[in-house]
């Protein structure tokens, strides 16, 4: 047979097995129970990485384990076992084979990384006579006790990881022993440090941190030291994010190895273990040694260039959650908070500029490096910055950087957008009155934003009570005199009376929005909303469209910016839209909103719609010659129409 045919049917086996033990999630934790007690028919190996010496910390006592591919110290020989595939072990070691009334003890080992494990186990459990041996029965005791302790175990011969996942950056914290005293010590020379040697050729420079310790005044049991640790690996437990070291300067085992703990939610706080155990450490608020860090930048960048002068001032970037942004003259500062962690900052220094592209220096999250960022700049325009940022680079040139070829230049891409936290009101590209019609996710619906009226309306129609309606519809207005907001009524009454003159005069509108910035961009035309009372984002992304004389198309996003694929007949998720909505002109005589329509293709050009008031009181004042001087001419050529 071929090496190629052998490896086919190498593959189809392989994949028989798998589908043959993942049925489904039951099935990962159904296994044949076993009854035996005859050694020949053990079925057991130890996985090879659970194999080794490994030290804990047990009772206030050092112990060393020894697990091979059979047995385990104190706990005899591997009688049977099972896993759920997701890093936990059970095993049955019985500490005199071939003896029923020998001790059984039911173990679970959780694989945390290479280097460290961690473990539960019942007691001694001795069946009687007769009584079936299974995982279920010897294992009871051990699920049944709630309060069953895990012991952390770190390898005797122990293998460095790559630091990044546990720690990374440069930190100034304060940390309180708070088995000792209440006090915090504040020092702000205290430093931790855990930053990537880029090609370096060192791979052990990447695996250690450094913390620097000061002694406070006042506190005896502070002092100047500086701890280089190892990282052993993190994981998860939960929300927890566990990760163990191991001091390189330390020989005593006991002293040598430590457990950190940080929470997703609030990652700038770090617990610590004072023993070889991690479950010492349940929260970071009761850990024997509490750190709260802050990051610091330790590099200092002097700008070369400036930013446009219309740029400074405070920012929204939809392009990054909803980032805060401040922006002055040299410097771009942006501010995040993530799902995963607490915030995140990063600091942009202008270094050079050629047309509309800047080469920026970034200060990193972690503080650790400079890297170079090129950003591409459209001219600002209303209340918006769009912008796009090009591959990060280790050097500061501008002709690398700053290569067209450096930002992404897929089939389709637009522009990421900036909006001005306190937004001025423009001109909306769209104005009238609409009767329209809407479909989608999240439709818009009638909301009464001040409560009910205190007073019932007056009679209409010969009712009495509150006023009936003969028409409702569903409307949307743009009627104000600057023709900068927009008002939509799910339930619009329609009606009129008898002299032509709308009768629902009281009602409040359902939403209003203020238009804050468009413009045209890959054929389609967008537009910025802002509705300070949308509880769920304050900025909505518009595509817009004018179909018909008098006809419109409009789409509206779930967040703060329109999706790539939104177009003005976008409804729901899938385009990255809520709602979309089709217009009909629908002016009555004593509206006086006039249809008005800008595809954006020119957003720099002011549009403003003003009433000139003319005041001719100064026309009875005896120095203003030239109006008097027009209205003789004016009479002149009048009295010479009539001869």
């Known amino acids: 047979m071929s090496p190629q045919c052998k490896f086919i049917v190498s593959f189809i086996l392989l994949c028989l097995f798998i589908s043959t033990h993942s049925q489904d999630e039951e099935s990962y934790r159904r296994y044949s129970p076993w009854s035996t007690s005859s050694k020949e028919e053990f079925n057991c190996t130890i996985w090879r990485p659970l194999q080794g010496e490994w030290y804990s910390r047990e009772a206030n006592e ?5 697990i091979d591919a059979s047995s385990m110290t104190g706990r005899g020989v591997c009688k049977s076992w099972r896993t759920n595939y997701g890093g936990e072990y059970q095993f049955i070691f019985i500490e005199r084979p071939g003896d029923e009334e020998s001790c059984h003890y039911c173990v679970n080992l959780f694989v945390r990384t290479v280097n460290i494990i961690e473990k539960k186990e019942s007691g001694c459990v001795q069946l009687p006579k ?6 279920d029965n010897i294992c009871r005791e051990m699920d049944n006790r709630g309060t069953q302790q895990l012991v952390t175990m770190f390898s005797e011969s122990y293998t460095p990881i790559n630091c990044r996942s546990s720690i990374e950056g440069v930190f100034q914290f ?16 205290q430093r931790i440090h855990s930053c990537q040697n880029i090609g370096s050729q060192f791979l052990i420079s990447n695996q250690k941190f450094n913390v620097t310790y000061k002694k406070c005044d006042g506190m005896e049991w502070t002092k100047d030291a500086v701890v280089e640790y190892s990282c052993l690996g993190d994981w998860f437990v939960g929300k927890n994010h566990f990760f163990a070291v191991a001091n390189t300067k330390e020989s005593r085992k006991d002293e040598k190895f430590r457990c950190f703990l940080k929470n997703r939610d609030d990652d700038y706080f770090l617990g610590q273990s004072i023993t070889p155990e991690c479950n010492q450490i349940k929260t970071v608020e009761q850990a024997p040694i509490r750190m709260q860090l802050t990051p610091v930048r330790q590099v200092t960048v002097e700008p070369g260039c400036l930013l446009p002068e219309n740029f400074t001032g405070a920012w929204v970037n939809t392009a990054n959650i909803d980032a805060d942004v401040v922006i002055n003259s040299t410097h771009i500062v942006e501010t995040w908070h993530p799902d995963v962690g607490r915030w995140r900052k990063a600091i942009y220094i202008c270094k050079e500029q050629r047309d509309s592209r800047y080469i920026m220096a970034r200060l990193t999250v972690d503080g650790c490096q400079v890297d170079y960022q090129c950003f591409d700049f459209v001219p600002r325009h209303h209340n918006i910055i769009r912008f796009r940022k090009g591959t990060v680079f280790a050097k500061n040139d501008f002709h690398t950087v700053c290569s067209w070829v450096q930002f992404p230049n897929d ?23 609409f009767e329209f019609k809407q479909e989608g996710d999240m439709l818009f619906k009638t909301r009464v934003i001040k409560g009910i009226t205190k007073n019932p309306r007056h009679d209409v129609w010969g009712r009495t009570g509150q006023f009936s309606c003969r028409k409702n519809i569903s409307r949307m207005a743009v009627c104000d005199t600057d023709q900068k907001e927009i008002t939509i009524d799910e339930t619009y009454c329609w009606s009129v009376d008898q002299l032509g003159r709308p009768i629902d005069i009281y009602s409040d509108v359902d939403y209003r929005m203020q238009c804050v910035g468009y413009w045209k961009e890959n054929l389609k035309s967008y537009l910025i909303t802002y509705d300070q009372l949308d509880a769920f984002t304050k900025y909505r992304c518009w595509v817009y469209q004018r179909s018909d004389l008098n006809k419109m198309l409009m789409s509206m996003s779930v967040g703060p910016f329109c999706d790539l694929a939104q177009d003005v007949d976008s409804k729901d998720w899938q385009q990255g839209a809520v709602v979309s909505l089709k217009l009909d002109e629908n002016e009555r005589e004593f509206d006086r909103c006039p249809m008005y329509f800008n595809d954006g293709e020119d957003p720099w050009t002011v549009e403003e719609n003003f009433i000139k008031v003319f005041d001719f009181n100064n026309l009875n004042g005896g120095n203003c010659l030239l109006p008097k001087f027009v209205i003789f001419i004016s009479l002149l050529l009048v009295g010479q129409q009539i001869i």
């Open 62 to 66: 050092d112990r060393v384990t020894n």
């Open 130 to 135: 007769g009584t079936e041996r299974t995982f």
């Open 174 to 189: 304060t940390y309180q022993y708070r088995f000792v005293s209440t006090g915090i010590c504040t020092v702000p020379e």
């Open 411 to 433: 089939e389709a891409w637009k522009y990421d957008v900036m909006i001005k936290k306190d937004p001025v009101p423009v001109r909306c590209p769209v104005a009238g009155a």
